[in-house]
């Protein structure tokens, strides 16, 4: 695990591959013993595979999960995939410190992928019917979250070089039929670290700029 520096209350760090669970449930400690002057964080990882079904998510999402793990999460939304290739990025962040709502929020999150994006060329845009980053009506990016005790965690998650098969054994965010892309498919060669390091100096611009 290797920490960058950043501001006074933003800390960026950067913890490599690591199994889902036991991150989840550090993102919990994190937020129950946060005090009101503890500097927010962004964390940066991959994940092996695994699906996580959001705390509105229907079984009926879920439709050959074969030898991957479904873990129930308690950030809102439907099933997603995550596996090697796919920027994670973890928003720990006192939103009413900040002054921030949930949508606004989710709209930092969804505008830093769509920047960054943009700056390889790619027409990337949100929908407000489903969160997320699309490319050409196929999802490129999801976004959860959860916020307790004023504070958020979960995160977003960008498809950058990725097996992007056990998509097809769910029906992605709850939408059947639902594309998935990512940036190698769409001709962008770039390595998952260098692309979610860019993600995250956007966002921790637009958090300070936030407040």
């Keep these: 695990m290797s920490d960058r520096a950043?501001?006074?209350?933003?800390?960026?760090r950067e913890l490599g591959r690591v199994p889902y669970e036991p991150t989840w449930r550090r993102m919990q400690r994190f937020t129950e013993t946060r005090k009101a002057d503890t500097a927010?964080?962004?964390?940066?990882?991959?994940?092996?595979?695994?699906?996580?079904?959001?705390?509105n998510g229907r079984p009926e999402h879920l439709l050959d999960t074969g030898h991957i793990p479904v873990v129930p999460v308690d950030r809102g939304g439907q099933v997603t995939y995550h596996?090697?290739?796919?920027?994670?990025?973890?928003?720990?962040?006192?939103?009413?410190?900040?002054?921030?709502?949930i949508r606004r929020l989710v709209t930092l999150l969804e505008s830093a992928v769509v920047d960054v994006l943009a700056q390889h060329g790619l027409?990337?845009?949100p929908r407000p019917d489903a969160?997320?980053?699309?490319?050409?009506?196929?999802?490129?990016?999801?976004?959860?979250?959860?916020v307790r005790r004023g504070a958020s965690y979960h995160g977003?998650?960008?498809n950058v070089?990725?097996?992007?098969?056990?998509?097809?054994?769910?029906?992605?965010?709850?939408?059947?039929?639902?594309?998935?892309?990512?940036?190698?498919?769409?001709?962008?060669?770039?390595?998952?670290?260098?692309?979610?390091?860019?993600?995250?100096?956007?966002?921790?611009?637009?958090?300070?700029?936030?407040?």
């Design 6 to 12: 950043a501001g006074i209350d933003v800390r960026l």
């Design 161 to 211: 070089d990725m097996d992007l098969s056990p998509f097809s054994r769910i029906n992605p965010c709850g939408h059947k039929g639902l594309q998935v892309t990512c940036m190698r498919d769409l001709g962008i060669a770039l390595d998952t670290l260098s692309v979610g390091r860019a993600v995250m100096d956007h966002l921790h611009t637009a958090l300070r700029a936030a407040g």
């Design 156 to 158: 977003l998650a960008l």
């Design 131 to 146: 969160p997320g980053v699309y490319v050409d009506h196929a999802k490129i990016a999801s976004v959860g979250l959860r």
């Design 40 to 55: 927010d964080e962004l964390w940066l990882l991959e994940h092996p595979p695994v699906f996580t079904q959001g705390l």
């Design 123 to 125: 027409a990337a845009y």
């Design 83 to 101: 596996g090697p290739g796919q920027a994670v990025m973890y928003v720990l962040v006192d939103v009413r410190r900040r002054g921030l709502g």
